[in-house]
């Protein structure tokens, strides 16, 4: 897992999925609120600001405008 430091830097980052599906809100974008365990996978997870989702961090990259 991240060290704590670079959680709280990833906090407000925006991310999409290379996969190209959408987040559950249905938006392509959506913006991290914190970090987590999944509990399905066992791996380190984002949560969003926009919906409750969580998905791992291995699966979204950093959205740059």
């Avoid at 509990?39 to 919906?51: C, Q, S």
Wanted: net charge negative; no cysteine; charged share 30%.
């Amino acid at each position: 897992m991240k060290h704590k430091a670079d959680v709280i830097l990833e906090i407000g980052k925006k991310v999409y999925k290379p996969s190209g599906k959408p987040f559950k809100s249905g938006e392509k974008v959506n913006t991290i609120k914190g970090m987590t365990i999944n509990p399905h996978t066992d791996e380190p997870a984002y949560t969003f600001l926009e919906d409750e989702s969580i998905v791992d961090a291995r699966s979204v990259e950093e959205f740059i405008q």
